[in-house]
């Protein structure tokens, strides 16, 4: 294992391809302390209204829609 050590205040230089491009050690720490929506969340969302969908009833697909809009607007907001 590669420890790599992250100085709020220093600047680094990432290599890709053919840019390179500098960063300071406090975006670096923002980014990876950024938590994104898991993708067991998404999975679960997915299969939620695939189910909905194959039953083919309507008021259980609104009511599927419903949760996943509500759940999809508290992932927004945990990421913002």
Same mark, same amino acid.
């Given at each position: 294992m590669t420890k790599i050590g992250i100085i709020p205040s220093e600047q680094y230089v990432f290599v890709t391809g053919l840019e390179e491009k500098t960063v300071q050690g406090k975006e670096?720490? &923002?980014?990876?302390?950024? &938590?994104?929506?898991?993708?067991?969340?998404?999975?679960?969302?997915?299969? &939620?209204?695939?189910?909905?969908?194959?039953e083919g009833n309507d008021l259980r697909l609104g009511i599927v829609v419903g949760q996943v809009l509500s759940k999809l607007n508290e992932l927004i907001n945990e990421a913002n």
């Open positions: 670096i720490i &923002s980014f990876l302390n950024q &938590s994104g929506p898991k993708v067991s969340d998404l999975k679960e969302l997915y299969v &939620s209204i695939s189910r909905a969908i194959e």
